[in-house]
């Protein structure tokens, strides 16, 4: 990236992380049962970005959907929003975002706005114990790929690394017990806990290029959002190197990977190694066979026109740089 760009990105990430203290965030209210809303409102219902969005175009009639990409484009309180997770792992229910995809050119793009905090969220494990194990797997690492980013980020706040923490904590001391038993009640309770702490974290601090290549290429080729970012959070993590060793160290300090004296490279690697691990035991591949050489650089580019200067990376890298995430994937699959 050259330095007029890395400048103006640094520049609005610096700005927006100035106003955090000042900026309207809230939390939704916690509910610990579906049975404490009224039966008409008993229904597992849609995706909560699409509720999200629907309850946009109410609040801003006359403004297309696309027009309302980016940030603060809505300005206006939706009708009533309860978010009510069926995964545990989009972190929806505490965040102003929606991803929305195009189905005419397949990108995805977010949209933020604080009137898209959900004024209730419903955090019951009974609703997730239908999910298989791939995609309670996905969807958990959704969860700890919202935590990392949003820990290693550079806009980061007290609340956001507390959050971020426990989140990670919670992941790794539960997500492979929801995994191998489904029916298993506190572990999926404590999944949903850690995917709601994650997007506390991650709707002030943001997250990072595993989310903006993980999106462009389920935009493209409808990959699953969760599987997307297991397979590409260790890549970025390396490629980050030192940059993040220290908060790293502090993240596998949480997870109970490594100890205080442990030296900050050692377990920032043992951190991505584990990750490596989790995901090899979960059956999640590190390939994605449908991506399309000659799609790369399109992908890359959509990658950075999310990413930048919105997310406050550990390391600044352009369009050209991001092709470095897509390529490995197709070389593993010769």
């Known amino acids: 990236m050259n330095i007029l760009k890395k400048c103006y990105c640094r520049t609005f990430q610096t700005a927006f992380r100035l106003a955090l203290p000042f900026l309207p965030y809230r939390k939704p ?93 419903v955090l019951d494990p009974r609703l997730t114990i239908s999910l ?14 919202h935590a990392v980013e949003a820990y290693i980020g550079s806009s980061t706040a007290r609340d956001t690394r507390k959050a971020a923490l426990k989140a990670v904590r919670l992941i790794f001391s539960s997500l492979e017990d929801a995994y191998q038993d489904g029916k298993n009640i506190p572990a999926r309770k404590r999944m949903l806990t850690a995917s709601y702490y994650a997007g506390c974290a991650f709707t002030k601090s943001y997250v990072g290029y595993v989310h903006a290549v993980a999106h462009s290429l389920g935009g493209a080729y409808n990959i699953p959002h969760g599987l997307a970012n297991a397979i590409l959070l260790p890549y970025v993590l390396d490629a980050y190197g030192p940059s993040v060793y220290k908060k790293l160290k502090e993240l596998a300090v949480a997870a109970g990977l490594a100890g205080l004296d442990t030296p900050p490279q050692e377990a920032a690697k043992c951190f991505i190694q584990s990750i490596r691990q989790m995901k090899k035991r979960f059956g999640i591949q590190d390939t994605l066979p449908d991506i399309l050489e000659n799609h790369i650089p399109l992908l890359a580019k959509y990658a950075d026109l999310e990413a930048n200067p919105l997310y406050p990376v550990p390391v600044l890298m352009n369009a050209k740089e991001l092709t470095r995430f897509y390529y490995p994937l197709l070389k593993q699959r010769q």
């Open 132 to 145: 298989p194990p791939l995609l309670t797997a996905a969807t958990g690492m959704d969860a700890l790929t």
């Open 29 to 121: 209210v916690l509910m610990p049962k579906i049975s404490h809303l009224p039966a008409v409102l008993k229904q597992k219902g849609s995706s909560i970005d699409c509720a999200k969005a629907a309850g946009a175009c109410i609040a801003r009639p006359r403004l297309p959907l696309k027009k309302m990409k980016g940030i603060l484009k809505i300005r206006r309180k939706l009708p009533l929003l309860i978010a009510i997770p069926t995964t545990a792992g989009t972190g929806s229910e505490a965040t102003l975002s929606a991803v929305i995809t195009d189905s005419s050119t397949r990108h995805k793009y977010p949209i933020n706005d604080f009137s898209l905090i959900p004024d209730y969220a």
